[in-house]
Protein backbone atom coordinates (compact mmCIF):
# COMPACT_ATOMS: atom_id res chain seq x y z
CA UNK A 1 0.00 0.00 0.00
CA UNK A 2 2.99 2.57 0.56
CA UNK A 3 4.81 2.13 -2.81
CA UNK A 4 1.29 1.85 -4.44
CA UNK A 5 2.03 -1.46 -6.09
CA UNK A 6 -1.31 -4.48 -6.35
CA UNK A 7 -1.41 -6.85 -4.07
CA UNK A 8 -0.57 -9.31 -6.17
CA UNK A 9 2.74 -7.99 -7.03
CA UNK A 10 5.62 -10.24 -6.72
CA UNK A 11 8.23 -9.55 -3.86
CA UNK A 12 11.52 -10.21 -4.78
CA UNK A 13 13.39 -10.67 -1.38
CA UNK A 14 17.62 -9.55 -1.65
CA UNK A 15 20.17 -11.62 0.10
CA UNK A 16 20.97 -8.54 2.24
CA UNK A 17 18.44 -6.43 3.95
CA UNK A 18 19.70 -3.35 4.51
CA UNK A 19 18.16 -0.08 6.64
CA UNK A 20 17.28 2.63 4.58
CA UNK A 21 17.62 6.26 6.60
CA UNK A 22 16.36 9.68 6.03
CA UNK A 23 18.46 12.73 6.19
CA UNK A 24 16.34 15.09 6.64
CA UNK A 25 14.33 17.13 9.11
CA UNK A 26 10.94 17.42 10.60
CA UNK A 27 10.41 21.09 9.29
CA UNK A 28 11.39 19.53 5.41
CA UNK A 29 9.50 16.90 5.63
CA UNK A 30 6.48 18.85 6.46
CA UNK A 31 7.09 21.79 3.97
CA UNK A 32 7.16 18.62 1.67
CA UNK A 33 3.63 17.83 2.89
CA UNK A 34 2.54 20.75 2.42
CA UNK A 35 3.93 21.30 -1.39
CA UNK A 36 3.50 17.45 -2.69
CA UNK A 37 0.08 16.12 -0.35
CA UNK A 38 -2.81 15.84 -2.98
CA UNK A 39 -5.57 16.40 -0.14
CA UNK A 40 -4.26 19.71 0.76
CA UNK A 41 -3.55 20.86 -2.86
CA UNK A 42 -7.24 19.77 -3.13
CA UNK A 43 -8.32 22.20 -0.63
CA UNK A 44 -6.58 24.71 -1.90
CA UNK A 45 -7.84 24.67 -5.38
CA UNK A 46 -11.36 24.60 -3.63
CA UNK A 47 -10.47 27.77 -2.00
CA UNK A 48 -9.49 29.64 -5.29
CA UNK A 49 -12.76 28.40 -6.86
CA UNK A 50 -14.69 30.11 -4.15
CA UNK A 51 -12.87 32.89 -3.96
CA UNK A 52 -13.53 33.39 -7.83
CA UNK A 53 -17.19 33.08 -6.96
CA UNK A 54 -17.09 35.57 -4.62
CA UNK A 55 -16.18 38.22 -7.26
CA UNK A 56 -18.00 37.09 -9.09
CA UNK A 57 -21.48 37.63 -7.18
CA UNK A 58 -19.68 41.13 -6.40
CA UNK A 59 -19.95 41.86 -10.06
CA UNK A 60 -23.26 41.02 -10.48
CA UNK A 61 -24.36 42.73 -7.87
CA UNK A 62 -23.23 45.75 -9.54
CA UNK A 63 -25.10 48.24 -12.38
CA UNK A 64 -24.06 46.95 -15.75
CA UNK A 65 -23.44 50.10 -18.53
CA UNK A 66 -23.45 48.71 -22.23
CA UNK A 67 -22.37 50.76 -24.81
CA UNK A 68 -23.19 49.74 -28.93
CA UNK A 69 -23.68 51.20 -32.07
CA UNK A 70 -26.98 50.03 -34.61
CA UNK A 71 -26.18 49.88 -38.04
CA UNK A 72 -28.51 49.53 -40.57
CA UNK A 73 -28.51 49.61 -44.54
CA UNK A 74 -31.13 51.41 -46.37
CA UNK A 75 -31.66 51.28 -50.00
CA UNK A 76 -32.66 54.41 -52.07
CA UNK A 77 -36.32 55.23 -52.33
CA UNK A 78 -38.24 56.50 -55.42
CA UNK A 79 -40.97 57.61 -53.16
CA UNK A 80 -38.48 60.31 -50.85
CA UNK A 81 -36.83 63.31 -51.72
CA UNK A 82 -34.21 64.82 -49.72
CA UNK A 83 -30.34 64.48 -49.13
CA UNK A 84 -30.52 61.83 -46.86
CA UNK A 85 -32.38 59.17 -48.75
CA UNK A 86 -30.64 56.07 -49.52
CA UNK A 87 -27.97 57.12 -46.77
CA UNK A 88 -27.41 53.84 -44.16
CA UNK A 89 -28.53 54.70 -40.57
CA UNK A 90 -25.99 54.67 -38.02
CA UNK A 91 -27.67 54.90 -34.40
CA UNK A 92 -25.88 54.53 -31.37
CA UNK A 93 -27.19 52.61 -28.16
CA UNK A 94 -26.82 53.01 -24.43
CA UNK A 95 -28.05 50.34 -22.15
CA UNK A 96 -28.07 50.45 -18.05
CA UNK A 97 -28.87 47.27 -15.85
CA UNK A 98 -29.62 48.70 -11.99
CA UNK A 99 -29.56 45.10 -10.07
CA UNK A 100 -32.89 45.49 -8.17
CA UNK A 101 -32.41 42.13 -5.93
CA UNK A 102 -28.69 42.87 -4.70
CA UNK A 103 -29.65 40.46 -1.40
CA UNK A 104 -29.51 37.87 -3.92
CA UNK A 105 -26.13 38.54 -5.10
CA UNK A 106 -24.95 39.26 -1.64
CA UNK A 107 -26.50 35.92 -0.57
CA UNK A 108 -24.30 34.46 -3.02
CA UNK A 109 -21.23 35.78 -1.70
CA UNK A 110 -21.60 35.59 2.12
CA UNK A 111 -22.16 31.53 0.86
CA UNK A 112 -18.81 31.43 -0.76
CA UNK A 113 -16.93 32.81 1.86
CA UNK A 114 -18.12 30.65 4.32
CA UNK A 115 -17.59 27.60 2.15
CA UNK A 116 -13.74 29.39 1.52
CA UNK A 117 -13.56 29.53 5.42
CA UNK A 118 -14.63 25.88 5.66
CA UNK A 119 -11.80 24.53 3.32
CA UNK A 120 -9.64 26.44 5.56
CA UNK A 121 -10.48 24.69 8.48
CA UNK A 122 -10.75 21.81 6.50
CA UNK A 123 -7.40 22.39 5.27
CA UNK A 124 -5.28 23.46 8.73
CA UNK A 125 -7.49 20.05 9.99
CA UNK A 126 -5.35 17.50 7.50
CA UNK A 127 -2.27 19.62 7.77
CA UNK A 128 -2.62 19.02 11.12
CA UNK A 129 -3.11 15.30 11.20
CA UNK A 130 -0.64 15.09 8.60
CA UNK A 131 2.39 16.58 11.08
CA UNK A 132 1.17 14.35 13.89
CA UNK A 133 1.35 11.34 11.89
CA UNK A 134 4.44 12.40 10.49
CA UNK A 135 5.93 13.09 13.82
CA UNK A 136 4.81 9.84 14.92
CA UNK A 137 6.34 8.02 12.00
CA UNK A 138 9.91 10.16 12.62
CA UNK A 139 9.56 8.78 16.27
CA UNK A 140 9.00 5.10 14.78
CA UNK A 141 11.81 5.15 12.71
CA UNK A 142 14.22 6.56 15.77
CA UNK A 143 13.17 3.61 17.73
CA UNK A 144 13.76 1.17 14.75
CA UNK A 145 17.24 2.85 14.54
CA UNK A 146 17.99 2.61 18.23
CA UNK A 147 16.81 -1.42 18.34
CA UNK A 148 18.74 -2.30 15.08
CA UNK A 149 22.15 -0.35 17.00
CA UNK A 150 21.00 -2.74 20.31
CA UNK A 151 20.62 -5.72 18.17
CA UNK A 152 23.38 -5.46 16.49
CA UNK A 153 25.50 -4.76 19.69
CA UNK A 154 23.48 -7.95 21.19
CA UNK A 155 24.27 -10.02 18.17
CA UNK A 156 27.93 -9.37 18.02
CA UNK A 157 28.35 -9.90 21.87
CA UNK A 158 26.05 -13.48 22.15
CA UNK A 159 28.33 -14.63 18.67
CA UNK A 160 31.83 -14.24 20.36
CA UNK A 161 29.98 -15.67 23.61
CA UNK A 162 29.07 -18.88 21.62
CA UNK A 163 32.96 -18.95 19.80
CA UNK A 164 34.56 -18.79 23.72
CA UNK A 165 31.71 -21.62 24.42
CA UNK A 166 32.38 -23.26 21.40
CA UNK A 167 36.21 -23.70 21.95
CA UNK A 168 35.19 -24.85 26.08
CA UNK A 169 32.67 -27.44 25.25
CA UNK A 170 35.70 -28.94 23.28
CA UNK A 171 38.03 -28.47 25.42
CA UNK A 172 36.77 -28.71 28.86
CA UNK A 173 33.85 -30.79 28.32
CA UNK A 174 31.01 -28.18 29.30
CA UNK A 175 27.58 -28.69 29.36
CA UNK A 176 25.76 -29.23 25.97
CA UNK A 177 22.65 -27.43 27.17
CA UNK A 178 24.69 -23.99 27.69
CA UNK A 179 25.93 -23.88 24.40
CA UNK A 180 22.78 -24.48 23.03
CA UNK A 181 20.72 -22.11 25.10
CA UNK A 182 23.59 -19.37 23.78
CA UNK A 183 22.76 -20.53 19.96
CA UNK A 184 18.99 -19.80 20.82
CA UNK A 185 19.61 -16.54 22.23
CA UNK A 186 21.87 -15.48 19.22
CA UNK A 187 19.43 -16.46 17.13
CA UNK A 188 16.79 -14.51 18.89
CA UNK A 189 19.04 -11.42 18.68
CA UNK A 190 19.68 -12.08 15.14
CA UNK A 191 15.55 -12.23 14.40
CA UNK A 192 15.03 -9.28 16.32
CA UNK A 193 17.84 -7.28 14.31
CA UNK A 194 15.50 -8.33 11.12
CA UNK A 195 12.41 -7.65 12.62
CA UNK A 196 13.75 -3.51 13.02
CA UNK A 197 15.16 -3.60 10.20
CA UNK A 198 11.77 -3.97 8.80
CA UNK A 199 10.30 -1.70 11.03
CA UNK A 200 12.76 1.49 10.21
CA UNK A 201 11.99 0.77 6.12
CA UNK A 202 8.69 0.37 6.70
CA UNK A 203 8.68 3.61 8.74
CA UNK A 204 10.31 5.06 5.63
CA UNK A 205 8.30 3.81 3.37
CA UNK A 206 5.53 5.45 5.61
CA UNK A 207 6.78 8.78 5.69
CA UNK A 208 6.91 8.69 1.67
CA UNK A 209 3.73 7.72 1.56
CA UNK A 210 3.10 11.43 3.96
CA UNK A 211 5.38 13.72 2.27
CA UNK A 212 3.76 12.08 -1.60
CA UNK A 213 7.59 11.77 -2.55
CA UNK A 214 10.14 8.97 -3.24
CA UNK A 215 12.68 9.31 -0.80
CA UNK A 216 14.12 6.09 -1.25
CA UNK A 217 17.48 6.39 -3.77
CA UNK A 218 17.10 5.04 -6.96
CA UNK A 219 20.54 2.98 -6.71
CA UNK A 220 18.21 1.14 -3.85
CA UNK A 221 14.99 0.15 -6.03
CA UNK A 222 16.85 -1.22 -8.77
CA UNK A 223 19.16 -4.14 -6.75
CA UNK A 224 16.15 -4.19 -4.54
CA UNK A 225 13.30 -3.94 -6.72
Known amino acids: AFLNRPVNSPVFIPDTLRALKIDATLKVLTDSVISNNPM??????????????????????LPMFGFGIDYELL???????????????????????????????TAMRKEAEYMMNASKN????????????????????????RKIELFNRQTNLADQSLKVLNTTY?????????VLRMQQKLLDYRYKLVEAVVDQNTGVANIGYLVSKQIVTAAYLPSNN
Open 40 to 61: LKMYAAEQESYKTKMEKSRLMG
Open 75 to 105: SKRSDVMGPGNGADMIMPMVNIKLPIYRKKY
Open 122 to 145: KQTSALNSLQVELSNALLNLKNAE
Open 170 to 178: STAGIDLEE
